[in-house]
């Protein structure tokens, strides 16, 4: 069956690989699945169309045959339970590569997003100076547990899995703010997940559709 994702129509980053189709994309790309991307326009994201699809009007969505899927973490979860290469075979192995999915998500983002908040859409509120240390703060004790815990280690657990996926392209949105670059281990992390063929072809494919180039090679 056709697997297709939908994906922004002109991405608010350019194509940096910030916009969550980017995880979708690596996902399928790591376990060599074939899909198609369909581009949605902010309007239509509104519309009852893609709303069927996506109650909460956002992108990604993932299609294959009935199943349609919407929420990155889901769609992530489903290709690395369909398809192998994104979790390990020892069930034990395997259950905490989930585990650094959901941290991804629900420990280390949340600040992560509330920064891009404060930064971008309530930059000029009154209490913005106050706030962003504060933001700030919670973002560095998250980094500084991650870093920890990863040590001198390549991956998370072992070998890569979905549950580095998630953590680099969550880590991916501190680029900009150099808070990334206070802790040289995690820097290193998210470049070496930067390097594997399967993200630069997702990342390679959604900076073609925000620039126009066609992709090459």
């Not at 060599?32 to 902010?42: A, E, K």
């Not at 893609?50 to 889901?74: C, K, M, N, R, S």
């Amino acid at each position: 069956m056709t697997i297709t994702i939908t994906a922004f129509e002109r991405s608010p980053d350019g194509g940096k690989g910030l916009a969550r189709d980017t995880r979708v994309r690596w996902a399928l790309e790591e376990v060599g699945q074939v899909y198609q991307v369909r581009l949605v326009s902010f309007r239509a994201m509104k519309e009852p169309a893609h709303l069927a699809l996506h109650p909460f009007g956002q992108i990604p969505t993932y299609e294959e045959g009935d199943l349609v899927l919407f929420e990155t973490g889901a769609i992530v979860f489903h290709i690395a339970e369909r398809h192998a290469g994104l979790l390990p075979v020892e069930a034990n192995a395997r259950a905490r590569a989930v585990s650094w999915m959901f941290a991804a998500l629900n420990t280390v983002e949340p600040p992560i997003l509330e920064l891009g908040t404060a930064r971008l859409l309530e930059g000029d509120k009154p209490w913005t100076r106050q706030r962003l240390p504060l933001v700030e703060e919670r973002i560095r004790i998250r980094l500084s547990q991650l870093s920890t815990r990863l040590g001198d280690a390549d991956w998370l657990d072992a070998a890569f899995s979905a549950g580095d996926l998630m953590m680099v392209s969550v880590l991916l949105r501190l680029r900009s703010s150099g808070i990334l670059d206070e802790f040289p281990k995690l820097a290193a992390y998210v470049a070496r997940g930067e390097a594997r063929p399967a993200y630069k072809r997702a990342f390679d494919a959604q900076l073609a559709v925000n620039t126009g180039k066609p992709l090459t090679g």
